[in-house]
């Protein structure tokens, strides 16, 4: 199946792989060709009912681009199966701050082959800097 950071499954109801799961500190490299979202997509898709996991850290600024670029992805591939693979995706939204990274709040999305689900936000901070944050997205 190719070297992933985590193979989930089950021997009790269902025999087999049931998620696949990658996690990367930098959202930009999870793009390109043998780089985590494909190896989550072809590793899930060979699966007849496995989900994908992906867990990554993402600047305020570049949310809104990473998303789309994911949603873009995931959406434009090909499946054989009779419902292609969704992917969850799951971003610690940051910004930088003097020396350090501030979490500002957690992000859950859920991909599937159509739609999009906004599971909801966590945030790390108070309600008016969290507001200021998605307001510019």
Not at 27 to 45: T, V
Not at 108 to 122: A, F, G, M, R
């Amino acid at each position: 199946m190719g070297r992933l950071d985590a193979v989930i499954d089950t021997g009790d109801d269902y025999r087999g792989v049931i998620l696949v799961a990658e996690w990367e500190t930098n959202a930009q490299s999870i793009f390109g060709e043998h780089r985590e979202l494909e190896k989550l997509w072809s590793a899930a898709n060979r699966q007849p009912c496995a989900d994908a996991f992906l867990f990554t850290y993402c600047p305020v600024e570049s949310l809104y681009e990473m998303t789309h670029r994911i949603v873009e992805f995931w959406q434009g591939r090909e499946s054989s199966r009779e419902i292609p693979p969704s992917l969850f995706l799951i971003v610690v939204v940051t910004r930088p701050e003097k020396r350090t990274t501030k979490f500002l709040f957690v992000r859950t999305v859920e991909i599937q082959k159509s739609v999009v689900y906004l599971w909801h936000d966590l945030g790390f901070v108070e309600d008016q800097e969290y507001l200021e944050c998605i307001e510019r997205l």
